[in-house]
């Protein structure tokens, strides 16, 4: 009853919290400078600083990040990223306006948003609701702490509202296909420059309507581990129906820039325009402060926003599909004839009607397009007017003529963007039936016919067995893989329509015509070079509707030269070609390090190992360990591609599945063969022993799957990010990347210790039990451990019944009124299973397969007996059951012994006889029973146990045991082997005998106890002598300081004092026995660090300076030590 009231108030407050409004909706929701926020992308080798308003980069401010590459290095390759949305609109006084709205950029000079006079942005402005209000941070994946209670644009979710606690991915709810992902909105509410409303039921909006819905992504895969993906989704929230809008993209820096200093001046830029790609250059190659070689840098349009109403193929994809091809004699004037075919444009519906002047019964035919009508009369030229957004000829077809002049004078021409491209022919109907010439995302068709009812059919969210609708109808359904929203190839792609180089300061991005005109359509500028240059690119004309969406998604990367460049830009491409759906790396590990003396131990879990990547499912297939002394990873050994361009890392150990699946990946990746490993085994844990104390060391423990040479897939291996501010400390890292410092212990620890496992209960099992311990730090102290067993029965390696162990159960018995189960029936008892880690300490097992024979210790008392074989019985159905006994076999006169009445089968029962042995159970000391199968008969001699009298049979001796029941059990069988039937061997004699040993597993009889130390520091054996300084002397510098993150100056120092005390006070005097400095060491809980780290500074916070010192150690009653050090320049 009272869980029941509980529940009813959490929900009584909800409803109450829900109804009152404090619950963000999408409607009345609008830009608010309050709500700026910024992100850090990190998530491969390019890492960049970004913010919800749409600006990328480092505007102005020094602790971000400006677009670096390769992460960690200090190198800028971009200042500022900035967008533009522009449209052509006709505003309240009836006058032609280009409205552009852009971001607020760097805020230097003229790379800087629009602003009233008053101060307010005229730009993008983030919407609230879509971050914590308890963080300045922008939502990512990676930060749950970031993300908002609830998701504003998730509330009308039927089956969960507002999807609290889960990620709003992209991919679906919760669903994490990229290794970083990050998300907000913005719209350009407050962009009140110009008298147009966009809005009729609200006139508080301006700009142009458009709310844009931005993600990042970011993949470690080595294909696309040199950018970062943008998504861009342009809705219409007003009533004004867009018909000409443009989409720009700014990229400012001077290549060649470091954290340290600019290079500004030399830059050099260019396009390609049929991967829809634009680039910087260094016009040298050679930065600030002389690094070289500096590469590439730029963007990629990978979808733009799409046109499916001007009846052409603008992405070219509906090339085998019917439909006109364009060419320049459709551009020719022709005079319009009363009976001539014409197509008749509805630009509402956009609509076409064929017919004639004839048809029309009309003098002047008018068509309204916005505000305008365009008249049309027999005898009238007929010409098509580029970028006016009509079909000015009649055919149908808008703006096929798109164009620009290239070249001045003589060598001037026309470029047209659409010659070569399909197209409706209106007159015929031809190219009307594909559904690849004016595709768009929201036609409810599978343009493509990608969408695979099997794989694919999972509902609005894309999560399976969530329950919501459109989960299992059979047909596509917005939100599902591979149809409309979700499927990058349903968009008729604009692509790269412009390209300009500009001096920054010549293009003022507050200047609203200037940069629409900078974005003409087949407008292409390269030839401003060797300058401080910008690059403006840009795509359009396009329509966006009231109501609807159009997408813009583009690639930003760097390469180490063109080749590279261009290279990134074609496997982005085909990521964004697939949905962003490549091969995914399994899940990062969580690991955890454990620093000792000349040691680091590494334990991880095993998350990555049940992952399944969206491809290729569950395909796992190791982990790599990689170590250095930097963040770059630099002390690895670099693989290069076929380019010569660092790929991959030689991690310092690997381990992968005992499998069929070895050696390299058949499916290269850049020219490089991927090492899928030996077939080592998996383990969680690894302990490095070839570390230097007082080094700082950074470790990743990376995941990796097998790929698919049937699907063409290479392997995917997860990331190992690791972020520097730019004072070098360590700001963010992924959470397989330790960093970790190896030290001696404190002065007199002891260290944990194990007790050998005893037996208190069975105990004959020919297994053993040992103990790694992994963290000292989580042993108990005198606390007792119990490890039990189960065992069952199964066929055997010779087809007979056999006992193996079943599983293993570790439990901590210290309390016997409460022992609590660490590990509870794990199959894992093989020899080389790994079982979990549990408080401290590993079990490990060596385990013996199965119950057998111990060849190497049965064996005869005399050599010339013929030799035996002892199985499990085994005659019809009747199988004799392996015991874990060993026994003793004594031979003597016949009568020394009875065997008993044994029924083998229904028809066949052995009678009690004399004979002439005994058998002994040499575990319970005592004689059993048996029966005897007298096969080998001889006159005179029957109950004397023999073999081969008549060159084939052996007498048969079958060993029956006590069960639990009460009862008894056929067990194993004893003969002679016919392999030694010759002269040299002969029939056991009075006298002899034969010891027969089993193997024996861990049974269920099988209960074993131990007992944990925990590490402890014993004063009486603190030795002040071992105290030293590390190094001494100091000769300029110390191998394992970290990184100078100054551009002037020698950085930090260290000194070391190793071997302390648990509790001490270190003076430094100069040798006039001035007080230099006071240290205070204090070991605590972790007496695993018997170091003290000095950053040589003095307690007036000055730079020692170079000479002799002397330190004196006050361990209190532990005594005091006094030495010297030297500080050489």
Same mark, same amino acid.
């Given at each position: ?268 830029? @260019? ?23 500096? @590469?590439?840098?730029?963007? &990629? ?67 309204? !397009? ?45 470029? !047209? ?208 360990? !990689? ?225 057998? &024979? ?15 074989? &002892? ?241 004196? &150690? ?16």
């Amino acid at each position: 009853m009272k869980n029941l009231f509980k529940y009813l108030i959490v929900v009584f407050i909800f409803a109450c919290w829900f109804c009152s409004g404090a619950v963000a909706q999408m409607q009345g929701l609008h830009g608010d400078y309050l709500e700026l926020r910024d992100g850090v992308h990190s998530g491969n080798l390019f890492r960049t600083t970004f913010y919800n308003d749409g600006t990328s980069g480092a505007i102005n401010d020094p602790s971000a990040f400006a677009g670096e590459w390769p992460i960690n290095s200090g190198t800028k390759y971009m200042i500022d990223g900035n967008l533009f949305v522009g449209g052509e609109v006709i505003d309240s006084e009836g006058q032609v306006k280009h409205i552009m709205t852009e971001v607020r950029s760097s805020i230097i000079g003229n790379s800087t948003g629009d602003r009233s006079p008053d101060g307010d942005w005229w730009t993008f402005l983030p919407l609230p609701g879509f971050a914590s209000k308890d963080t300045n941070k922008i939502a990512m994946s990676k930060w749950p702490w970031a993300w908002p209670y609830v998701w504003p644009d998730r509330i009308d979710d039927p089956v969960d509202p507002g999807w609290p606690g889960q990620w709003n991915g992209y991919f679906g709810k919760d669903v994490y296909n990229a290794d970083e992902e990050s998300f907000f909105v913005a719209d350009d509410y407050t962009n009140a420059e110009f008298k147009f409303y966009p809005d009729s039921t609200d006139l508080l909006r301006r700009g142009l309507g458009i709310r844009m819905w931005v993600r990042g992504f970011q993949w470690s895969n080595a294909l696309v581990e040199d950018g970062l993906f943008n998504l861009f989704d342009l809705e219409n929230i007003g009533t004004f129906n867009h018909d000409k809008m443009v989409f720009g993209y700014k990229y400012g820096n001077n290549m060649g820039d470091t954290k340290d200093g600019g290079d500004g001046g030399d830059d050099m830029g @260019g396009f390609d325009k049929e991967s829809d790609s634009a680039y910087l250059y260094d016009f040298d190659d050679i930065g600030y402060g002389g690094w070289t070689p500096i @590469g590439y840098f730029g963007g &990629v349009f990978l979808e733009s926003p799409g046109n499916p109403y001007d009846g052409i193929d603008n992405d070219g994809d509906g090339v085998m599909g019917d439909g006109t091809v364009i060419s320049e004699s459709m551009f020719d004037t022709k005079t319009l004839g009363l009976s001539d075919p014409i197509v008749v444009t509805d630009y509402e519906t956009f609509e076409r009607k064929l017919t004639s002047m004839a048809e029309l019964a009309v003098d002047t035919l008018k068509i309204p !397009y916005q505000d305008l009508i365009f008249k049309f009369w027999v005898g009238k030229s007929l010409q098509e007017i580029p970028f006016d957004l009509v079909d000015n000829n009649l055919n149908g077809i808008i703006d096929e003529n798109n164009g620009a002049v290239v070249g001045e004078g003589a060598d001037a021409y026309t470029s !047209y963007l659409y010659v070569g491209l399909k197209a409706i022919d209106y007159y015929t109907g031809a190219g009307r039936n594909n559904i690849l010439l004016d595709e768009r995302r929201n036609d409810g068709i599978d343009n493509d016919g990608d969408w695979d009812p099997a794989f694919d059919d999972l509902g609005a969210d894309g999560v399976a067995f969530s329950g919501d609708p459109g989960e299992s109808d059979g047909i596509p359904s917005n939100g599902e893989p591979h149809f409309d929203k979700t499927d990058v190839d349903e968009t008729d792609m604009i692509g790269l329509t412009s390209f300009s180089l500009y001096v920054w300061e010549n293009l003022p991005q507050y200047d609203d015509e200037k940069v629409w005109t900078y974005l003409l359509p087949g407008f292409f500028d390269d030839e401003l070079l060797n300058a401080n240059i910008e690059l403006l690119y840009g795509s359009g004309y396009f329509p966006v509707k009231a109501g609807t969406i159009e997408r813009f998604s583009m690639g930003t990367m760097c390469g180490i030269n063109r080749d590279d460049y261009l290279e990134n830009v074609k496997w982005f491409t085909k990521a964004y070609g697939e949905n962003y759906n490549f091969a995914k790396a399994p899940n990062i590990p969580t690991v955890q390090a454990i620093p000792g003396d000349h040691r680091v131990t590494l334990i991880w879990d095993n998350a990555a190992e049940e992952s399944e990547d969206p491809i290729t499912g569950k395909d796992f297939e190791g982990y790599k360990i !990689y170590r250095s002394t930097d963040p770059g990873w630099n002390d690895a050994m670099p693989i290069t591609d076929g380019q010569g361009v660092t790929t991959y890392r030689k991690p310092i150990v690997q381990f992968d599945l005992a499998n069929d699946i070895s050696g390299y990946a058949p499916v290269d990746v850049k020219g490089i063969k991927f090492n899928l490993g030996n077939n080592t085994g998996i383990v969680n844990t690894w302990t490095d022993s070839t570390v230097v104390n007082g080094q700082t060391y950074f470790y990743a423990v990376t995941s990796y799957d097998r790929g698919s040479a049937q699907g063409g897939l290479a392997p995917s291996e997860c990331s190992k990010f690791i972020t520097l501010n730019t004072a070098g400390v360590v700001q963010d890292k992924g959470k397989n990347v330790v960093v970790v410092r190896p030290e001696a212990p404190t002065n007199g620890m002891v260290p944990t210790e194990i007790s050998g496992a005893v037996a208190i209960r069975g105990g004959q099992a020919d297994s053993k039990i040992g103990y790694k311990v992994i963290n000292p730090l989580l042993i108990k102290d005198k606390n007792k451990y119990q490890i039990s067993f189960e065992d069952t029965m199964l066929t055997g390696s010779a087809s007979t019944l056999t006992y193996v162990t079943k599983n293993m159960t570790l439990v901590n018995v210290t309390n016997p009124s409460s022992p609590d189960t660490l590990i509870k029936k794990s199959p894992n008892v093989k020899t080389g299973d790994v079982l979990p880690i549990t408080e401290g300490f590993q079990v490990i097992l060596a385990s013996v397969a199965e119950l057998g &024979v111990r060849a190497d210790s049965s064996m005869w008392s005399r050599d010339s007996v013929y030799a035996y074989v &002892v199985e499990p019985f085994l005659y019809g159905k009747t199988r004799g059951v392996p015991l874990p006994f060993d026994y003793e076999i004594e031979f003597g006169p016949v009568g020394m012994d009875t065997s008993t009445e044994l029924s083998v089968s229904a028809t066949r029962k052995l009678p009690a006889i004399p004979v002439n042995f005994s058998v002994t159970n040499l575990v319970t000391g005592k004689k059993i029973d048996f029966g005897f199968w007298e096969n080998d008969k001889l006159a005179g001699q029957e109950g004397t146990f023999t073999a081969f009298t008549d060159k084939s049979r052996t007498d048969q001796i079958i060993f029956i045991e006590p069960d639990v029941n009460d009862s008894t059990v056929i067990s194993w069988s004893l003969e002679l082997d016919s392999a030694t039937n010759d002269s040299l061997h002969n029939n056991p004699r009075a006298g002899d005998y034969l010891i027969v040993k089993t193997v024996k597993p861990f049974m269920a009889s099988d209960v074993y106890e131990f007992e944990t130390s925990a590490q402890y520091v014993n004063e009486a054996t603190i030795d002040l002598e071992k105290i030293r300084v590390v190094p001494n002397p100091y000769v300029v510098t110390n191998s394992w300081e970290p990184l100078n993150p100054y551009s002037n100056g020698r950085g930090p120092r260290e000194l070391h004092f190793t071997h302390l005390p648990p509790n001490c006070t270190i003076k430094i005097f100069n040798v006039r026995g001035q007080l230099v400095a006071e240290l205070e060491y204090h070991a605590g809980s972790d007496i695993l660090d018997g170091t003290l780290v000095w950053n040589m500074l003095t307690k007036d916070n000055l730079d020692i300076a170079y000479g002799i010192y002397i330190y004196h &150690v006050d361990a209190g009653e532990n005594g005091a030590k006094i030495g010297k050090f030297a500080i050489i320049k």
